[in-house]
């Protein structure tokens, strides 16, 4: 029998169920029309990429150096791949290229989340920097937009902090609204 059919035939672990829950959660704030509508990140693949990994480097901020968040944090990241493989067979990638792009996809989600964590110790301005870059690519982005995703960014860094990890790790997350002072 294959994983999958055991899988199915015994259930999810509580582990795999949290996971998915906590993506599911993390995929959706992602989704917020506000991030293309009124901040301009790039309505694309990418750019929703990009501010799914935006919020996938909030999730492995706070969860680090968590000693009981390890597997979790590690689940996170695999299901962001596997949602990334998802993605791009729907999209018609064949099935020879697919594990080539998932594994560029992910060096760029390690090195935005490493350039988010660089950053985060700097000055508003050197975020401001990173996320222009990593947000908006190509594409110009309009400076009160940065100055929001910039304090997103910030409040989202302190949100995080105050949950529990034991809730983080039991699949139950909540960002801060876009707008500060909007629930």
């Known amino acids: 029998m294959s994983g999958w059919s055991l899988r199915k035939m015994f259930g999810r672990s509580p582990l795999d169920m949290a996971v998915r829950r906590f993506y599911s959660l993390t995929v959706e704030q992602s989704r917020q029309p506000g991030f293309y509508s009124d901040w301009g990140v790039p309505d694309s693949p990418i750019g929703r990429f990009d501010v799914i990994a935006l919020h996938g480097f909030f999730v492995l901020h706070r ?5 009981q968040a390890v597997r979790f944090s590690e689940a996170f990241c695999g299901a962001i791949f596997d949602d990334m493989d998802r993605n ?45 870059k990593n947000l908006y690519g190509d594409a ?23 949950q529990e990890v034991e809730k983080l790790v039991g699949g139950r997350i909540n960002f801060a609204p876009l707008e500060q002072g909007t629930a």
């Open 63 to 67: 969860l680090k150096g968590e000693a």
């Open 140 to 162: 110009s982005a309009d400076e009160k937009a940065l100055f929001k995703v910039t304090d997103y960014v910030r409040r989202n860094v302190d949100f995080l902090a105050t």
């Open 88 to 132: 791009l067979r729907e999209m018609g990638v064949g099935d020879l290229s697919v594990g080539k792009k998932v594994r560029k996809l992910a060096e760029g989600f390690y090195g935005r989340a490493e350039a988010y964590e660089r950053a985060l110790m700097e000055d508003d301005r050197v975020l401001r920097d990173v996320l222009a």
